[in-house]
């Protein structure tokens, strides 16, 4: 089988069910939901047509575990029962599309907004964002509203969930020896500061049925991340097999390390080469064409993990299938493009802001 017949394969997990197809859609940040956390019909609209568009697993947005940990506006929310009935809503839809359906969980920690969110905490007190640090028993109180967000997106039917460790924001704050300078269980050593990973993920499997499905995504670099670190913890991970998927949000699937002792090999190879057993490895990062999602198959991973490129195509990965040379277009691409694709006007003017993306309209 050639690796471009692979993306078509289904991709069985060790819990939950398989994906039909190897294509995984990004948590992708897009502003559309209410200020209250509820699901808008705009973000309805932008996932379910990623579902029936033929991605394998389609997954929401960071959505945030506790009210002060939104980190954007327009923040889809799974801190509160009354956000079961849009998630509900959405995880049928989803589902009839014969897509997996999975809630990222998210904490910004001390990237919290400012203005939305008056009491910002993080690991440890930090000038910057005006943050204070957690005491002990906060700490534990976001675990515990994690293990209760996964909790509330298995009630609303959702297939599973995706912990957000990534990015700079809290669980990637507690990993980080320059924002984590906490000294009781939680910081010092790497075992204390992987800690509430650990525990959110232990919670979340305790918690939930044995089949529901658990990911994690990590990043290896930025915010204050060590690439030898975060590798330590995913193999640790990965030889526990206590998640089903790993996510590796890396920027661009075929970079080199920032670090100069890693570079000469990509950046990718470091989690690829880690004995897995039955965890899933995925990848995102620049995936824009049939031949780079063929590549990343290629480097080890057992799925790929599709953001800018799903923006640009709802059907990204129907037409990957259908077309081994497919290339997603050329940016910029126009306003109207955007929303022929899904996108509602708050997330057209969220990419507006991306620099080269969004064509300016002339007067």
């Not at 529901?212 to 975060?230: M, N, T, W, Y």
């Not at 390390?257 to 004995?275: K, M, T």
Request: hydrophobic residues 40%; charged residues 25%.
């Amino acid at each position: 089988m050639t690796t471009a017949a692979r993306l078509a394969e289904p991709l069985a997990f060790a819990r939950g069910p398989e994906m039909k197809n190897r294509f995984m859609l990004a948590p992708l940040t897009n502003q559309q939901s209410h200020a209250d956390g509820k699901l808008s019909d705009d973000e309805y609209r932008w996932l379910t047509m990623r579902a029936e568009g033929d991605f394998g697993l389609t997954m929401t947005c960071a959505a945030h575990v506790q009210a002060q940990g939104q980190g954007f506006a327009g923040q889809l929310g799974v801190f509160g029962d009354e956000h079961l009935e849009g998630l509900t809503r959405l995880a049928q839809k989803i589902g009839s599309c014969g897509s997996v359906s999975s809630v990222q969980l998210h904490h910004a920690g001390i990237r919290a907004v400012k203005g939305i969110v008056t009491d910002i905490v993080g690991p440890s007190e930090d000038a910057d964002t005006g943050a204070r640090a957690m005491t002990t028993a906060e700490v534990k109180a976001a675990r515990d509203a994690f293990v209760q967000a996964a909790q509330r997106a298995e009630k609303a039917g959702f297939d599973g969930v995706e912990v957000h460790g990534a990015h700079g924001y809290l669980l990637a704050q507690f990993l980080s020896p320059e924002l984590n300078r906490r000294d009781d269980e939680y910081g010092g050593s790497l075992e204390n500061r992987a800690r509430l990973i650990m525990e959110v993920i232990d919670g979340i499997r305790a918690a939930c049925r044995p089949d529901f499905q658990v990911g994690l995504r990590l990043s290896p670099e930025r915010f204050g991340l060590k690439l030898a670190e975060v590798r330590e913890v995913a193999a640790e991970i990965l030889r526990q097999e206590k998640i089903d998927y790993l996510d590796m949000s890396l920027w661009d699937v075929f970079k080199e390390p920032v670090e100069e002792e890693f570079q000469g090999r990509s950046l990718l190879s470091y989690f690829a080469e880690l004995p897995r057993g039955s965890v899933r490895l995925g990848a995102a990062g620049k995936i824009m064409s049939a031949v780079d999602a063929a590549q990343v198959i290629e480097n080890g991973c057992d799925f790929v993990v599709i953001g800018r490129a799903a923006i640009l195509r709802h059907d990204f990965p129907r037409r990957v299938l259908a077309d081994p040379s497919y290339v997603s277009p050329a940016l910029p691409v126009t306003a109207q493009h955007l929303r022929d694709e899904g996108l509602g006007e708050a997330f057209v003017t969220y990419m507006s802001g991306w620099k080269g993306f969004v064509a300016e309209e002339s007067a």
